[in-house]
């Protein structure tokens, strides 16, 4: 499906769905910009479990600042935000 999206588009868009955010499907869609930095829109399917972030629309900003590193910052619609500084090794 991705390279489909890739073909008809000439973007590198990568298509997901996952549950990493709730216990609750989410469709995800990912614009590689560069190398470094990429843009993701993440929607949640169903309704939030009680206790869960009421939030169903997230967009996240991941920017690779250097071989091992990256930062990502996140924001949903009801507010919540979150920021990680991420450290990646590779053996």
């Known amino acids: 499906m991705n390279e489909a999206i890739d073909d008809l588009t ?3 868009l ?7 955010r709730t216990h609750n499907p989410t469709t995800e869609l990912e614009l590689v910009i560069t190398h470094e930095l990429s843009v993701q829109f993440a929607y949640v399917l169903g309704v939030p479990p009680a206790g869960a972030s009421p939030d169903r629309n997230y967009g996240t900003i991941d920017w690779r600042f250097r071989h ?20 990646h090794h590779r053996y």
């Not at 091992?68 to 450290?87: I, K, N, Q």
Request: hydrophobic share 35%; aromatic share 6%.
């Open 10 to 12: 000439g973007l590198d």
């Open 14 to 20: 990568r298509a997901r769905v996952g549950s990493s």
């Open 68 to 87: 091992d590193w990256s930062l990502e910052t996140s924001v949903g619609d009801h507010g919540s935000t979150s920021l990680d500084v991420l450290w």
